[in-house]
């Protein structure tokens, strides 16, 4: 049977009372790479966020399959505070704690895993700097790292092309793609790019609407 890592049923979400997601429904399904696509102040974040848990829905029930803790995440990079006194590799490294356990020790295998990524993301020079002396760039690929770095069962990406140059876009999307049992979600504006590399398109507008192929998503367009 296919496995459902979440499930979403007749989801309502609305800030005050302006109703911005409207009786959503779709699963994700393992092992499927999913567009998040729409215009903007659509609600596509505001979703992720409700998968994450940090924001309730009105109505709808939303099913986990897995564990929500888990979900590798990139935030919006405008939304992330890079005053924040903290190092790149601190921030790497804290791909790996949850929020109830944020200042233990890490052994050396993880401190090996910061390292390598950080390595293969070219921004291992920048390890005790802090995050407000990098580059937007420098920064979104330490995000994406801590993404990454805990090998994550589901990776949700919020618009991870922002600040990256097209060389590191294409490596990050060759890098997803090497990553076995993972699911990932991508919310992009960069429809071009980013259709090679999914499967499903998940249309969040006022109607919002699920295509489980792709090509049957751009036939309509
Ligand atoms: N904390 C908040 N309080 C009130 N309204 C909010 C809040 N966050 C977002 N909104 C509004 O909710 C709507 C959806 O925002 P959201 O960020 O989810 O859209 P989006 O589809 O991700 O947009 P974009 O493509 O521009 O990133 C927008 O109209 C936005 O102004």
Known sequence: MTKHLIEINNLNFKYENNIILNNISFNITKNENIGILGRNGGGKSTLIKILLG???PAS?????????KKIGYLPQIREFDATFPISVYDLVISGLTNR???FRRFDSQEKKAASDIMDEFGISELNDKLINEVSGGQLQRAL???A?????ELIILDEPESF????FEAKLYNKLKTLKNSTVIIISHELDEIYKHIDSVLLVEKEAKFYKDKNTFMKGR
């Open 54 to 56: 940090f924001l309730k």
């Open 60 to 68: 709808g029930s939303v099913k986990y399959n897995i564990d929500r």
């Open 144 to 146: 994406i790292a801590r």
């Open 100 to 102: 109830k356990n944020l």
């Open 148 to 152: 990454l770095i805990s090998n994550p």
């Open 164 to 167: 990256l140059d097209k060389n």
